[in-house]
């Protein structure tokens, strides 16, 4: 081999180590850049992670409000349900005693109509034996008179 041949072979050695080199950094010039994008999706994936876990918290604060409404609203409805048929007990018992209340009036009337219509009847008879009297009386006077 001749010097001559040993430069071109040199020269076509260093372009071939050349255009493997510029290969090279362009491959990792495109890995650079799709560790970049990555990198990059990678932190949006966190930050939606973390909202998403921000929202599932606050999600379950609701439910446990609600949770707790609807036992509050449970044993009210059922406080209201007792008190509502307590109440229905005691009207019950007060429309009874009403009733019994009434036909106790209404006997108690139909004995003050008798009582007042024998004390009518009473006071007729009495006046009857006044007059009856006050004729004796006034027959005696006449005979003693006499």
Not at 8 to 22: D, M, P, S
Not at 56 to 80: C, G, H, W, Y
Request: glycine share 2%.
């Amino acid at each position: 081999m001749t010097p001559r041949t040993l430069v071109i072979i040199n020269t076509i050695g260093c372009l071939l180590l050349t255009a493997l080199v510029v290969v090279q950094w362009r491959g990792e010039r495109k890995l650079d850049d799709t560790v970049a994008t990555l990198r990059t999706q990678l932190a949006a994936a966190a930050n939606q992670a973390a909202e998403d876990a921000k929202h599932r918290a606050a999600l379950e604060r609701d439910i446990a409000v609600l949770k707790e409404s609807i036992e509050a609203t449970q044993k009210a409805a059922e406080s209201s349900t007792r008190a509502l048929a307590e109440k229905e007990v005691l009207a019950e018992r007060l429309q009874t005693e009403l009733t019994a209340a009434t036909e106790q009036v209404a006997a108690w009337e139909v004995a003050l109509k008798a009582r007042d219509a024998r004390i009518l009847s009473l006071a007729a008879e009495i006046d009857t034996t006044r007059k009856r009297l006050d004729e004796a009386i006034a027959k005696l006077k006449e005979a003693g008179a006499r």
